[in-house]
């Protein structure tokens, strides 16, 4: 398939879709999907006014609830939380801010979207030609230990219903992994970033709730370190890769079964 160009957006060949970000990315956490071929692309189903169709945003590591309402003109918005809104202006400040203050500020960033399957979606970003970096771009990185367990899963309202998700439980995980066996290696292919990128990867894994959370009731319910498996980004991605999403033990039995 050819690079297919829709207002702002642009299909190109196989599961990916761009985003030229503009104010309302910025500003409200949200753009439109144009009806011929990018809501295609999105595999929204048909839905009348009012109806939303959840769909999960992972990014740098982490995974964000998102949603897509039909709108009483009968187009489609894509919605995303509070949380990936904040990452979006902390990662291009310059943009955000210029926006805020009612400012053209020329190029702006591409929101990429590679479809994994139709409810599940990585995003990565392009910086624009000659953007102008600030400091705050620079963000701290630090551990701070809490409880061993916390609670996650309860419902609150934010831009929309989501289960709310506490990034504290995951640090949690790490650092008992570091302090148990001095290191981080996949749970799954023992891949460890420290030993493949040297200092670049040290400290650095992702965590995956074995549990889903749409699971718990709406008060939310304590999630343990024991809940949380430290996997490498490939096994992480591939265990969302296909509905139901695979199981740790079910991924080490391909693993193994591979190497074997």
Same mark, same amino acid.
């Given at each position: 398939?050819?690079?297919?160009?829709?207002?702002?957006?642009?299909?190109? %060949?196989?599961?990916?879709?761009?985003? $030229?970000?503009?104010?309302?990315?910025?500003?409200?956490?949200?753009?439109?999907?144009?009806?011929?071929?990018?809501?295609?692309?999105?595999?929204?189903?048909?839905?009348?006014?009012?109806?939303?169709?959840?769909?999960?945003?992972?990014?740098?590591?982490?995974? =964000?609830?998102?949603?897509?309402?039909?709108?009483?003109?009968?187009?489609?918005?894509?919605?995303?939380?509070?949380? /990936? $809104?904040?990452?979006?202006?902390?990662?291009?400040?310059?943009?955000?801010?210029?926006?805020?203050?009612?400012?053209? #500020?020329?190029?702006?960033?591409?929101?990429?979207?590679?479809?994994?399957?139709?409810?599940?979606?990585?995003?990565?970003?392009?910086?624009?030609?000659?953007?102008? =970096?600030?400091?705050?771009?620079?963000?701290?990185? /630090?551990?701070?230990?809490?409880?061993?367990?916390?609670?996650?899963?309860?419902?609150?309202?934010?831009?929309?219903?989501?289960?709310?998700?506490?990034?504290?439980?995951?640090? $949690?995980?790490?650092?008992?992994?570091? !302090?148990? =066996?001095?290191?981080?290696?996949?749970?799954?292919?023992?891949?460890?970033? %420290?030993?493949?990128?040297?200092?670049?990867?040290?400290?650095?894994?992702?965590?995956?709730?074995?549990?889903?959370?749409?699971?718990? !009731?709406?008060?939310?319910?304590?999630?343990?370190?024991?809940?949380?498996?430290?996997?490498?980004?490939?096994?992480?991605?591939?265990?969302?890769?296909?509905? #139901?999403?695979?199981?740790?033990?079910?991924?080490?039995?391909?693993?193994?079964?591979?190497?074997?």
């Amino acid at each position: 398939m050819d690079r297919i160009q829709e207002y702002s957006w642009t299909q190109m %060949a196989g599961n990916w879709a761009e985003k $030229q970000m503009d104010l309302s990315c910025f500003k409200r956490g949200q753009t439109g999907l144009p009806k011929e071929h990018i809501r295609r692309f999105f595999e929204v189903p048909e839905l009348t006014q009012g109806q939303v169709h959840t769909v999960t945003i992972r990014y740098g590591g982490r995974e =964000y609830d998102a949603r897509i309402r039909i709108m009483a003109n009968g187009g489609a918005r894509l919605e995303w939380t509070g949380e /990936l $809104q904040r990452e979006i202006r902390e990662r291009f400040p310059v943009i955000h801010r210029a926006f805020a203050r009612g400012n053209d #500020p020329g190029n702006t960033p591409v929101m990429i979207f590679e479809k994994v399957n139709h409810l599940y979606f990585e995003v990565s970003f392009r910086k624009p030609y000659h953007y102008d =970096y600030d400091k705050s771009e620079l963000r701290d990185n /630090l551990q701070i230990r809490e409880e061993a367990y916390t609670k996650e899963g309860k419902v609150i309202y934010v831009q929309h219903r989501r289960r709310e998700r506490n990034s504290r439980i995951i640090k $949690q995980a790490i650092e008992r992994a570091q !302090d148990l =066996y001095g290191t981080l290696a996949c749970e799954i292919c023992t891949f460890d970033f %420290a030993k493949r990128y040297g200092k670049e990867g040290e400290g650095y894994i992702e965590g995956h709730h074995k549990r889903a959370l749409k699971s718990y !009731d709406e008060e939310g319910e304590d999630t343990h370190v024991d809940d949380i498996a430290l996997v490498c980004s490939n096994c992480h991605r591939i265990i969302h890769r296909r509905m #139901p999403w695979k199981t740790v033990e079910e991924m080490k039995a391909i693993v193994n079964g591979l190497s074997s």
